[in-house]
């Protein structure tokens, strides 16, 4: 174990090394949260988190926003405890809000190989939103095996495994504070 020195010093196995602090991503969900709160004014919409990973992230936006937005989730499952897509995504909690006719925006901690976003676009398309939109906290744009399109990402990121801020390792470090990459 070793201890980081970011804003606020955490306890982290060696194998892990800082990737986004927290200061910075406090400062980057401020941006998200203006930016989001202009396109969306005016429309109250339906704020989906997708479980277990965008937890804190979407705790942390939502206190971001200066609008009135509805809050769901949604659990969905495609990695268990490896580190690649299994490629077979389960629903595992489904929606309880009626999204017909709404304004939806989808909060996912990270876009991987893409077939998530792939997955829930279809699914949700599928309910009639008036609009369908995606925010991810991160994206790993070399490791996208699918075309999608998401609409707000807070960080683009190198192919690397990352843990942290909602993020798992095998289930665990989800609390930690920052991002930490794995070797
Ligand atoms: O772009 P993809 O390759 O599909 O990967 C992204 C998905 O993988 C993670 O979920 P996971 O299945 O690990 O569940 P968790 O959120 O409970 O950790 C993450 O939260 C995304 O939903
Ligand atoms: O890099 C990652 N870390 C944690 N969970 C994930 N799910 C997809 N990619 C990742």
Redesign the pocket.
Known sequence: MKRTFNDQSEIVPENYHILIPEATIESRLKELGQQISRDFRGKKPILIG?????FIFLADLIRNLDIDVEVDFLR????GDGRE?SGHIKILKPLSADINGRSVIVV??????????QFLERMLSAFNPVELKFVTLLNKPSKNIVEVHIDYIGFEIEDKFVVGYG??DAQLKRNLRSIYFIE
């Open positions: 997708i479980l277990n990973g965008s969905i499952s495609s990695y897509s996912e901690d990270i876009v991987d190989s893409g077939l998530s976003v993020l798992d």
